[in-house]
């Protein structure tokens, strides 16, 4: 039982970590990001690739009592670098002198005709001083710096200037210089803004009310979430079915210590307690060797993110589960009759 019931653990805490590995693969660039909201074209979905803003919207959120707004691109480029290495950019543009460039690059933004890249490119074959050339493009860019590791879409982050990344978008930026994806947003409230975005025709989310327009992240998230609860359904079963058995095999047992007196509740409380502690003692077991197998996995090929309230809150779930599914047999103790279950036993 108590093999099982660790054994059920350590998949709970590899699961778990792999569910938040795929959601920090999908927008980690996006959570790291210093906005408290973004504005994108009306009915886009708070999809990049499908909304266009332009000077005015930004100017507008800019008026907005508390708030600071500036212009955000991004899309999905496809790349190869002077070493003849293909590579995959979530390619996001900054105006030089935002509140998005200041955190972004402390050391300063980088120049037109450059790219910061994340960590996760240099991974992958790119070095500082290689030149990428984005397909579709005549624009080559060259690698001035790394950036934290970074993604969206599962995708690694690069950063250019808003020039260069609007001719990568082939943006016609003709008297309107900060046509971009999206308005960046810093402060302000939430009401103000989207009394804004009504007026003028864009929809205002918060930085965490844009996750979903990830390639994926819904699909994704909705998915893991729907098997970690199968999960703990399948886990409330199975110590279920075990308190039954279990019961089933002590009836004798049972029946001896009502007929020397002992109450139902006293007999009640000494059979769940005896389960509650191998139900703790197990899943305490499976999330430590779950967490340790978690963290040999994790930084590899795999999206993998394991903290310890992770695998703390996956272990309590579990508990919590197990603990409701072994109520399932309490009638089996509470109906035991003495001289039945003494007669059988005999």
Partial sequence: MGSVIALVAVLTVLLSGLAAGLVDDGISGLRALPVSHLAFQEGTDSTFSRSTIDTADVEAFAAVPGARAEPLGLSLVNATSSRDTNVDLALVGV??????????????????????????????????????????STVTLTVAAVAPKATYGHVDMAYVSLPDWQEVARLDTEGDPLVASAVAIQGGTTSELDQVGQEIGLDVVTRSGAYAGSPGYSAETSTMSLIRAFLYLISAMILGSFFTV????????????????????????????????????????????????????????????????????????????????????????????PIIALGAAA
């Fill in 95 to 136: 105006v030089d002198d935002g509140f998005l460039a200041a955190d972004l690059f402390p050391d300063g933004p980088p120049p037109a005709g450059s790219v910061v890249v994340s960590e996760g490119l240099i991974g992958e074959g790119l070095e500082v001083g290689d030149t990428i050339a984005i397909d579709r």
């Fill in 246 to 337: 279990w019961t089933i095999q002590r009836r004798a047992e049972i029946g001896l210590q009502k007929a020397l007196g002992a109450s139902t509740g006293t007999v009640l409380r000494g059979a769940l307690g005896q389960v509650l502690i191998v139900l703790t003692a197990s899943t305490a077991l499976g999330a430590l060797v779950g967490f340790g197998l978690g963290k040999l996995i994790e930084g590899g090929e795999v999206p993998f993110s394991l903290q310890v309230g992770t695998a703390l809150g996956s272990a309590i779930i579990l508990i919590v589960a197990g603990t409701v599914g072994m109520l399932v047999g309490i009638r089996k103790v509470t109906t035991v009759d």
